[in-house]
C-alpha cells in the first residue's frame, strides 16, 4: 500500500501490492505450474536469485505471492510464507529449527496435532521437547536448556483460551537467544500483531478466522527477520507443504472481510458469554472478555478484542456436554473454527483426542471441556439455540 500509514480495514482490502496489467480489481488466479524465462541468462540468473522472476509455484507465485504480502504487511512482519494448510506452517517452523539433539519448549495447550506431530513424529528423529503452562513464564524458564532451539506458544491458546504474556517470553526467549513462535490463529492480525510484541515468527491457521467461510485449509507464516524468512520459505519450498493459486486467491478474498466478521463475531461472543456465565447449568467459562478470565487484565493490553472463541463446562461433566452438543439446531457439531457460522466441539474426544488423557489433564483440557466458536448470525438466536440444547440437559 502506498500509504504505510493505512488503517487495518484498508489495509485488510489493499494491501499486497499486485497491480495488475489489465487493471483487475482482484488479483488474477495464475493457474499455472511453471513459468517461461525470457532466455537462458534469464532462467539461471533467476536460480541465483541475482534477478527477480517467477520459477515454479511451489517456490512462489504471483496470487500466492499477494496474500503473502498482505498478511506480512498486517503483521508487521519482512515477509509471508503461505503453506497448504495450518500444520504445514508448523511442521515448517519445527523443520526450520530443529534437528537431532535439539530441545523445544511449547505450551501444553496447542492445537492438538501441533503436539502429536511433535510426540508421534519428531521424537523419531531424536528432537527432544517439554509442554508447560506458558501462562505462567516462570514456567518456561525453568524449562529452557542448554539445547533449547525454539519457543512455541498459542495465545489464546487452543481449547483453554489461556493467554500466554508476549512481551515477557519474548524477552525471556531473546535473553536466552532462542526464537519465539507465536500461533495467532485464535485472534489474526486484526485483534493481536504478536511480532509487534517481541515474537520473532507469527503462525496462522488460515482455514480459520483469516479465510472464514469454511471453504479452505490454509497456513501462513510471518517472519520478522529477513534471515528467518529466507530460511523458512526454503523449508517450505522443499517440503512441498506450498499453497495452491486458487486457494490462495479464496483466503485473500476471505482475508478482505475479517475485519467486518470478526467485529460482529465478537459483539456476538459477548453476549453469548454473559448468557453462558449466568447460566444455571454451566460449571464455569472461560472468555477474554469476561472478569472471570485469569489473564483477563492480560487480555485488555495485549489484545485488541477479547474474539469469538470461548470453552465452557456443563454441570453434569462430559455426559452432560455431549447431550448439549447433541442438541443444538442453529450451530454446527464441527471441529475447526474462526467461519461466519457458530461451530460447537468437544476437544477431549475431536481435535485433542491424540493426547493421552494425562497430558489433557495437566494443559486444563478437561473431560467435560466445550469449545464454542461463535459466527456472525443473529446472537439472539445462537444464544436461543445454546438455551434449548441446555436445557436439554
Ligand atoms: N493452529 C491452531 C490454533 C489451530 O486451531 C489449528 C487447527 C491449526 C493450527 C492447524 O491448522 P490446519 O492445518 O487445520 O489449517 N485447528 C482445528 C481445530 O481446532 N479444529 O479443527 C482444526
Given at each position: 500500500?502506498?500509504?504505510?500509514?493505512?488503517?487495518?480495514?484498508?489495509?485488510?482490502?489493499?494491501?499486497?501490492?499486485?497491480?495488475?496489467?489489465?487493471?483487475?480489481?482482484?488479483?488474477?488466479?495464475?493457474?499455472?505450474?511453471?513459468?517461461?524465462?525470457?532466455?537462458?541468462?534469464?532462467?539461471?540468473?533467476?536460480?541465483?536469485?541475482?534477478?527477480?522472476?517467477?520459477?515454479?509455484?511451489?517456490?512462489?507465485?504471483?496470487?500466492?505471492?499477494?496474500?503473502?504480502?498482505?498478511?506480512?504487511?498486517?503483521?508487521?512482519?519482512?515477509?509471508?510464507?503461505?503453506?497448504?494448510?495450518?500444520?504445514?506452517?508448523?511442521?515448517?517452523?519445527?523443520?526450520?529449527?530443529?534437528?537431532?539433539?535439539?530441545?523445544?519448549?511449547?505450551?501444553?495447550?496447542?492445537?492438538?496435532?501441533?503436539?502429536?506431530?511433535?510426540?508421534?513424529?519428531?521424537?523419531?528423529?531424536?528432537?527432544?521437547?517439554?509442554?508447560?503452562?506458558?501462562?505462567?513464564?516462570?514456567?518456561?524458564?525453568?524449562?529452557?536448556?542448554?539445547?533449547?532451539?525454539?519457543i512455541?506458544?498459542?495465545?489464546?491458546?487452543?481449547?483453554?483460551?489461556?493467554?500466554?504474556?508476549l512481551k515477557a517470553l519474548a524477552k525471556l526467549a531473546h535473553?536466552?537467544?532462542?526464537?519465539l513462535?507465536v500461533?495467532?490463529?485464535?485472534?489474526?492480525?486484526?485483534?493481536?500483531?504478536p511480532?509487534?510484541l517481541g515474537a520473532d515468527?507469527?503462525?496462522?491457521?488460515?482455514?480459520?478466522?483469516?479465510?472464514?467461510?469454511?471453504?479452505?485449509?490454509?497456513?501462513?507464516?510471518?517472519?520478522?527477520?529477513?534471515?528467518?524468512?529466507?530460511?523458512?520459505?526454503?523449508?517450505?519450498?522443499?517440503?512441498?507443504?506450498?499453497?495452491?493459486?486458487?486457494?490462495?486467491?479464496?483466503?485473500?478474498?476471505?482475508?478482505?472481510?475479517?475485519?467486518?466478521?470478526?467485529?460482529?463475531?465478537?459483539?456476538?461472543?459477548?453476549?453469548?458469554?454473559?448468557?453462558?456465565?449466568?447460566?444455571?447449568?454451566?460449571?464455569?467459562?472461560?472468555?477474554?472478555?469476561?472478569?472471570?478470565?485469569?489473564?483477563?487484565?492480560?487480555?485488555?493490553?495485549?489484545?485488541?478484542?477479547?474474539?469469538?472463541?470461548?470453552?465452557?463446562?456443563?454441570?453434569?461433566?462430559?455426559?452432560?456436554?455431549?447431550?448439549?452438543?447433541?442438541?443444538?439446531?442453529?450451530?454446527?457439531?464441527?471441529?475447526?473454527?474462526?467461519?461466519?457460522?457458530?461451530?460447537?466441539?468437544?476437544?477431549?474426544?475431536?481435535?485433542?483426542?491424540?493426547?493421552?488423557?494425562?497430558?489433557?489433564?495437566?494443559?486444563?483440557?478437561?473431560?467435560?471441556?466445550?469449545?464454542?466458536?461463535?459466527?456472525?448470525?443473529?446472537?439472539?438466536?445462537?444464544?436461543?439455540?445454546?438455551?434449548?440444547?441446555?436445557?436439554?440437559?
Amino acid at each position: 500500500m502506498k500509504n504505510k500509514n493505512s488503517g487495518v480495514n484498508s489495509k485488510l482490502i489493499h494491501s499486497g501490492g499486485f497491480e495488475d496489467l489489465l487493471g483487475s480489481a482482484t488479483t488474477p488466479i495464475y493457474q499455472t505450474s511453471t513459468f517461461k524465462f525470457k532466455n537462458a541468462d534469464h532462467g539461471a540468473a533467476c536460480f541465483t536469485g541475482k534477478e527477480d522472476g517467477y520459477i515454479y509455484t511451489r517456490i512462489g507465485n504471483p496470487t500466492i505471492e499477494e496474500l503473502e504480502n498482505a498478511v506480512a504487511d498486517l503483521e508487521g512482519g519482512f515477509g509471508g510464507i503461505a503453506t497448504s494448510s495450518g500444520m504445514g506452517a508448523i511442521t515448517t517452523v519445527y523443520m526450520a529449527f530443529l534437528g537431532q539433539g535439539a530441545h523445544m519448549v511449547s505450551h501444553n495447550a496447542v492445537y492438538g496435532p501441533a503436539r502429536g506431530v511433535m510426540e508421534s513424529l519428531f521424537s523419531k528423529f531424536g528432537v527432544e521437547y517439554d509442554y508447560v503452562d506458558t501462562t505462567d513464564i516462570e514456567n518456561v524458564r525453568r524449562a529452557i536448556k542448554p539445547n533449547t532451539r525454539l519457543i512455541y506458544t498459542e495465545t489464546p491458546a487452543n481449547p483453554t483460551i489461556g493467554i500466554t504474556d508476549l512481551k515477557a517470553l519474548a524477552k525471556l526467549a531473546h535473553d536466552h537467544k532462542i526464537p519465539l513462535c507465536v500461533d495467532n490463529t485464535f485472534c489474526s492480525p486484526y485483534l493481536q500483531t504478536p511480532l509487534d510484541l517481541g515474537a520473532d515468527i507469527v503462525l496462522h491457521s488460515m482455514t480459520k478466522f483469516i479465510n472464514g467461510h469454511a471453504d479452505i485449509v490454509a497456513g501462513m507464516l510471518v517472519a520478522k527477520s529477513e534471515d528467518h524468512y529466507k530460511l523458512l520459505r526454503g523449508i517450505m519450498a522443499n517440503m512441498g507443504c506450498n499453497m495452491d493459486p486458487h486457494q490462495a486467491f479464496m483466503t485473500r478474498r476471505g482475508l478482505k472481510t475479517l475485519g467486518i466478521r470478526i467485529d460482529r463475531a465478537q459483539e456476538n461472543a459477548k453476549k453469548v458469554a454473559v448468557f453462558l456465565e449466568a447460566h444455571p447449568k454451566v460449571e464455569w467459562i472461560r472468555y477474554p472478555g469476561l472478569k472471570s478470565h485469569p489473564q483477563y487484565e492480560l487480555a485488555q493490553t495485549q489484545m485488541k478484542g477479547p474474539g469469538a472463541m470461548l470453552s465452557f463446562e456443563v454441570k453434569g461433566g462430559f455426559e452432560a456436554g455431549k447431550v448439549m452438543m447433541d442438541s443444538v439446531e442453529l450451530a454446527l457439531l464441527a471441529v475447526s473454527l474462526g467461519g461466519i457460522e457458530t461451530l460447537i466441539q468437544h476437544p477431549a474426544s475431536m481435535t485433542h483426542s491424540k493426547i493421552s488423557r494425562e497430558a489433557k489433564i495437566k494443559a486444563g483440557i478437561t473431560d467435560g471441556l466445550v469449545r464454542l466458536s461463535v459466527g456472525i448470525e443473529d446472537a439472539e438466536d445462537i444464544i436461543q439455540d445454546l438455551d434449548q440444547a441446555l436445557q436439554k440437559v
